[in-house]
């Protein structure tokens, strides 16, 4: 595989969404040869993957793989089983959009073609302030899974230590918008909206909607989502 | 979901192999109500999915789910890439039969699972002492992973703790053996052979056809494993 001379290679978790596009720019800012991965998990919101795609390509990651997996099958969560609906007001505690052992998954995924690629570092765009409410986006969850990396790999067995970053963890909505605009992160081909339609116009109901709007208010950003409303 | 009034569920990876047998059979005597989990993960031992479904069916497990996902997509070991060829002598180090975390993706599967049956307990069928020198594997390494479990679900946010079993891990081949026969497990339906044939024979010279061979020799019990030799 070429890589720049300088750069050491890093996978990084790519949803489509507004927090993984910054992630990816702040690894690339780090001077990473960024490999991007998303899921294919029977998600409802489709049209996050075409999202993915497009800050892939405008960030010239060095390869972005879509990988199927299937959690629908497990079911569970409004995101992947079509029986439990999508809320529109705000929830409490740990809501119904929460995908069982998502962010395990992903990392376990991400961390599986690291090992391959020779890379020690994995980026996720978690954020444990405007979190949602899930659990596996908190500080002590991601200590716990490096840990784990390190204990679970060939790295780990000679010594080379693998490292979580989770850069975003601690940002607010808006901090992480000003990063974005700082690093010329283009959020108009984001998604971040659960329940897209068809050409990827966000509902603007849902609680990524909300906590995203309220995140470009808060930069004093203007918003560039597309919404369902305004070309309805 | 129904189930036995004094039986709570578990979720227990089954490979096909004769440790996840053993680890079935020990979780059922434990009186768990067994939902197993196997893996298409682009293994080059297709006929280890039939000898799965074969133990599943033997054991009378709730539900037997076989899930597909593509760690060939990654490469990287010799079970899932045909590029790299298994080995037929001892080998040194990690093996390259070493599947890039493929326990930490497996359990984190298992774990979503679980999460979606409310079920509290995972059951894994690996073993430190004749482990084949593959570091997840290892003691710290499940206790690591049972840490993550429960700061990554909602059962660690509500408090109630997720256990990862690993009833065999200290065992060597020769005591499982022993306990499975005294559990009643057929291992003639199981496979553990990195190169089967098509037919579901082993090929008697891998890794994990040695280890099994000497197992059944030091348990003192009739190896019932069809090779390919025999009937060639």
Request: with cysteine; glycine share 10%; net charge negative.
């Amino acid at each position: 595989m070429s890589r720049g001379a300088d750069s050491r290679p890093a996978v990084v978790l790519l949803s489509g969404g507004l927090d993984s596009a910054t992630a990816l720019a702040i690894a690339r800012e780090q001077g990473f040869d960024c490999h991007a991965l998303s899921l294919d998990y029977g998600q409802r919101h489709r049209a996050e993957l075409e999202a993915a795609r497009r800050v892939a390509e405008a960030q010239g990651v060095r390869e972005h793989r879509i990988l199927p997996i299937d959690l629908a099958a497990f079911g569970g969560s409004a995101l992947t089983d079509p029986d439990i609906a999508v809320p529109e007001g705000p929830s409490e505690g740990i809501p119904v959009t929460y995908v069982p052992a998502r962010n395990t998954i992903f990392l376990s995924l991400a961390l599986a073609w690291a090992e391959v690629l020779g890379a020690r570092d994995l980026f996720v765009g978690v954020n444990a302030v405007d979190y949602s409410g899930y659990p596996d986006c908190r500080p002590e969850y991601i200590e716990a899974f490096e840990r784990l990396a390190n204990l679970a790999t060939r790295a780990g067995v000679e010594g080379v230590a693998i490292r979580v970053h989770a850069p975003l963890i601690r940002m607010t909505k808006a901090e992480i918008i000003r990063t974005g605009v700082r690093l010329g992160v283009d959020y108009g081909l984001t998604l971040s909206c659960y329940a897209a339609d068809a050409r990827g116009r966000a509902c603007g109901r849902c609680d990524s909607c909300r906590l995203r709007a309220a995140g470009f208010a808060a930069a004093g950003v203007p918003d560039p989502t597309a919404y369902q409303a305004e070309s309805a």
